[in-house]
């Protein structure tokens, strides 16, 4: 099971979280092994801070689980965002100049379709809902990166 903690610039503890409906791994090992759990979810999470000043934590699952966290170190709120598609994989998450969580998912090939597509879904920070999705397709060169220069979303190829 993951450990989320708070702690303030001096690495002081400040709160230990109680995160409800977070991952939960059993812990694996083989005969001469110390104990292992990838922890997929939280290896694979990604962190931001919002305008609000609050902590967005993401756990990477099917329907990641976002996790508001205050700077005091309390729990504000939590919600799932619907990726969008079944097989869409979240890989990242920022958040952009207007205020919108911005998800990033990837999906990978299929035996006859484009090697991958990534796809960007704007998110209200309040609520989870997707209010709006871009797609890329691509084999080889991807977007590297979002630029928000007011309210225009440029993707930087």
């Given at each position: 099971m993951p450990v989320t903690a708070t702690f303030d610039i001096r690495g002081s503890l400040l709160?230990?979280?109680e995160l409800p409906g977070d991952v939960r791994e059993e812990a694996k090992s083989t005969e001469g092994q110390p104990p292992t759990a990838p922890m997929a979810a939280v290896d694979l999470g990604a962190a931001a801070v919002g305008p609000d000043g609050h902590g967005y934590l993401m756990r990477s699952s099917a329907k990641p689980r976002v996790y508001v966290v205050s700077p005091f170190g309390e729990l504000v709120r939590h919600f799932e965002v619907i990726p969008p598609e079944e097989k869409a994989?979240?890989?990242?998450l920022i958040f952009g100049t207007d205020g919108l969580l911005v998800f990033d998912f990837e999906v990978?090939?299929?035996?006859?379709?484009?090697?991958?597509?990534?796809?960007?879904?704007?998110?209200?920070?309040?609520?989870?809902?997707?209010?709006?999705?871009?797609?890329?397709?691509y084999s080889g060169h991807s977007p590297t990166r979002l630029i928000y220069p007011g309210d225009i979303y440029v993707f930087d190829c």
């Open positions: 709160s230990r979280l994989q979240p890989t990242g990978l090939a299929e035996e006859k379709g484009p090697a991958r597509r990534q796809l960007f879904s704007f998110v209200d920070p309040s609520s989870g809902e997707r209010l709006q999705n871009y797609e890329f397709s």
